[in-house]
């Protein structure tokens, strides 16, 4: 149930999300500009990132989304708005199936960094009596999920030659 009384706030993990879908409070979200039906929203839970940040970006942007639909008080809006408008400046999020393409996994990981933080800080708050809740497939915190979802700048000599072509 939504807590419109500015009371505890009940959130749950992108991981909680795509483990049951029964619960979600919608059957379709509005993400970067384009309406996700039920299928989309689960595939955008289900795929790996793969080091994509676009991909952790929208993935933690549909929990902070069903999240505040449980919790109208809670004061996310801008964060949401914010990481929206880095998704919809990469490839149709709706295309593929809620694929979000086109992100540069170096360049864009630090911004992405700084968009996730707060909606990861927010989904992984948990509910009281419910320790599921804050938990992730991995058993890692959720700022740990979030550095190890992200790229490192590594080096190859395929990618340094790949820079200079």
């Known amino acids: 149930g939504a807590d419109d009384t500015g009371g505890p706030v009940c ?82 999020a709706g295309q593929g199936r809620g694929a979000v393409r086109g992100a540069n996994r170096v360049r864009d990981a630090e911004a992405v960094r700084d968009l996730i933080a707060p909606l990861v800080e927010f989904n992984g708050q948990g509910c009281a009596g419910d320790p599921e809740a804050s938990m992730t497939a991995t058993g890692l915190s959720a700022f740990e999920a979030m550095d190890k ?3 490192e700048e590594t080096l190859s000599l395929g990618a340094l030659k790949a820079r200079y072509r």
């Open 149 to 151: 979802a992200l790229p």
């Open 11 to 92: 959130c749950y993990t992108a991981e909680w999300w795509r483990r049951n879908p029964d619960a979600w409070p919608a059957t379709s979200l509005v993400v970067a500009g384009a309406e996700l039906a039920a299928r989309d929203l689960q595939h955008v839970l289900n795929r790996q990132a793969r080091g994509n940040p676009g991909l952790v970006l929208q993935r933690q942007l549909v929990a902070a989304r069903f999240n505040a639909m449980l919790n109208p008080a809670a004061d996310m809006g801008a964060a949401m708005d914010a990481a929206d408008a880095f998704l919809g400046g990469l490839a149709p």
